[in-house]
């Protein structure tokens, strides 16, 4: 299995505080992305890189951020985090090719009070 | 858009049972289609993968096939044992950047 982790694991935090993800890899992958997984709807993509300072939006990029300043590193940042934005969060990355395999973080536990 | 579809859980099955997991998608050209299985507090772990029709994904007694005609990859298994007890989720990539959209996710019990 790829070599990617996630931290913090656990996250307790206020309305309107901002909150930082981190995601690191050791495959030198070139696809990072970021998911949110809620009951009922599965994961759903929020941001994604296709390089070091390329990334795109997803299917549920408002409210988010991402920063890609080196390859094994991918952020996540909610400015201002909202009650909505308790999840959990899963970070992925994948190699050179468009449909190589996606490997999976162990996920962020996020609560947001 | 792209949308994937499968059966709703709660399944629950006794050991050695035959476990079938529905899934259907819509997709606009030719997507790979994926399993991916969660154990109770993991990340996703990738279970089998078909890359074009008629292709049949396998893995630890799990197969599915790609089946275009009918745009579904049910997932099967012929004898089920507690260790499968999870949550399996149906997944299709396009490869444009090669995004994955999921399924809601079925959570399997399997009972001794």
């Known amino acids: 299995d790829a070599g990617i982790t996630q931290s913090p694991r656990h996250k307790v935090t206020e309305t309107g505080t901002p909150v930082t993800l981190r995601c690191h890899q050791t495959e030198n992958h070139r696809y990072m992305y970021w998911y949110r997984q809620d009951p009922g709807h599965g994961l759903r993509l929020i941001h994604y890189?296709?390089?070091?300072?390329?990334?795109d939006k997803g299917e549920v990029s408002d409210g988010y951020s991402v920063s890609r300043s080196k390859t094994e590193d991918f952020l996540l940042t909610l400015e201002s985090a909202t009650s909505s934005q308790t999840s959990v969060y899963f970070c992925?990355?994948?190699?050179?090719?468009?449909?190589?395999?996606?490997?999976f973080g162990p996920g962020t536990r996020l609560t947001v009070l | 858009g792209n949308s994937v579809t499968q059966m709703e859980g709660p399944v629950t099955l006794s050991e050695e049972a035959f476990l079938t997991i529905n899934c259907t998608y819509t997709a606009t050209g030719y997507p790979s289609l994926f399993w991916y299985v969660q154990y109770p507090g993991e990340g996703l772990q990738l279970l089998l993968k078909?890359?074009?029709?008629?292709d049949k994904g396998s893995n630890k007694g799990f197969e599915a096939t790609y089946r275009k005609e009918t745009t579904s990859f049910h997932l099967e298994k012929g004898s089920v044992q507690v260790s499968d007890s999870a949550v399996y989720f149906c997944a299709l990539s396009e490869a444009a950047g090669n995004k994955l959209t999921f399924g809601g996710g079925t959570r399997v019990l399997v009972k001794p």
């Open positions: 078909a890359t074009k029709a008629d």
């Open positions: 890189s296709y390089g070091v300072k390329d990334t």
């Open positions: 992925a990355s994948s190699g050179r090719g468009e449909t190589d395999t996606q490997y």
